[in-house]
C-alpha cells in the first residue's frame, strides 16, 4: 500500500477555498487517488477519485500532479457543513478495501 | 443516493459474549466490505467479501470474526467471543454500481461497547 503524508488540521474561513495536500510518493503506477470524508459522529463518505488527469464533481475538485506523487483536494466555498477529516487513499480500481490514514481535520470558522 | 443500513445503531454487550451486526448494502450488489474505528482513531479495514466468499481480510479479522450473507438482503458481522478492546464503530460498505468500482457507500455504523 502507498503511504501518504497529510496536514493533522487545516483551518478555513467559510466561503473562502480550501486547498487539502496530500504527499503518495509511492503510489504504483495503476493506483487511483480516492479521497473521503468523515464527518463528526457519521461513517465515512466519498467525495472524489481520480487517476492522471484532474477531476471536478459537484462536491470538490481534485488536482493532481504530472508525476502523481502528490495531490490537492479543493473545496471552492468551503461551509460549516464541510468540517470534517479528509482522507487521500491511493489504491487501485479492483481492490477497494480503503486503507484509511490519520487524514487532515478540517475546521471551519464561521 | 444509494443508502447503506446498519442494525443496530449501538450495541452494548458483556465480555465473552457473541454479538451479530448486520447491514443492508446497496440492491442486489454482491461486493461488501466491514471497517471499524475505534475511538478517536483511524477508520482500518477489516474484510471484503464478495459472492458468498471472503476476497480479502486484514490482520485484525481473526478467527473471532465471521461474515456470512444468511439471506440475499443482507450482510453479518459476527464476533465470537467479544474482547473489551472490540468496542468500536463497525462501518459497512459497498460500491456504488454493479461492479468494483471506486466510490464505496458507507452505512451509518454500529457502535460496538463491550463492558
Known amino acids: 500500500d502507498a503511504k501518504t503524508t497529510q496536514p493533522n488540521s487545516m483551518e478555513s474561513n467559510e466561503e473562502e477555498p480550501v486547498h487539502l495536500p496530500c504527499n503518495h510518493s509511492?503510489?504504483?503506477?495503476?493506483?487511483?487517488i480516492h479521497w473521503y470524508r468523515q464527518l463528526p459522529s457519521q461513517g465515512p463518505e466519498y467525495v472524489i477519485h481520480?487517476?492522471?488527469s484532474n477531476v471536478n464533481n459537484r462536491m470538490a475538485s481534485l488536482a493532481i500532479a504530472e508525476d502523481r506523487k502528490s495531490s490537492t483536494l479543493i473545496l471552492h466555498r468551503a461551509t460549516l457543513r464541510d468540517a470534517a477529516v479528509y482522507y487521500c487513499?491511493?489504491?487501485?480500481?479492483?481492490?477497494?478495501?480503503?486503507?484509511f490514514g490519520a487524514g487532515t481535520r478540517l475546521t471551519v470558522k464561521p | 443516493e444509494p443508502e447503506v443500513t446498519q442494525t443496530p445503531s449501538h450495541q452494548v454487550t458483556q465480555m465473552g459474549q457473541e454479538v451479530i451486526l448486520r447491514c443492508v448494502p446497496i440492491?442486489?450488489?454482491?461486493?461488501f466490505y466491514w471497517y471499524r474505528q475505534i475511538l478517536g482513531q483511524k477508520v482500518e479495514f477489516l474484510v471484503s467479501?464478495?459472492?458468498?466468499?471472503?476476497?480479502?481480510k486484514s490482520e485484525i479479522f481473526d478467527d473471532q470474526f465471521s461474515v456470512e450473507r444468511p439471506d440475499g438482503s443482507n450482510f453479518t458481522l459476527k464476533i465470537r467471543s467479544t474482547k473489551l478492546e472490540d468496542s468500536a464503530m463497525y462501518f459497512c460498505?459497498?460500491?456504488?454500481?454493479?461492479?468494483?468500482?471506486?466510490?464505496?457507500?458507507f452505512g451509518p455504523g454500529t457502535r460496538l461497547t463491550v463492558l
Open positions: 467479501f464478495y459472492n458468498n466468499e471472503i476476497s480479502e
Open positions: 440492491s442486489n450488489h454482491l461486493y
Open positions: 460498505a459497498t460500491p456504488g454500481g454493479l461492479g468494483v468500482g471506486n466510490e464505496q457507500f
Open positions: 481520480g487517476l492522471t
Open positions: 487513499i491511493p489504491g487501485g480500481y479492483n481492490n477497494n478495501d480503503m486503507r
Open positions: 509511492t503510489i504504483s503506477g495503476t493506483d487511483y
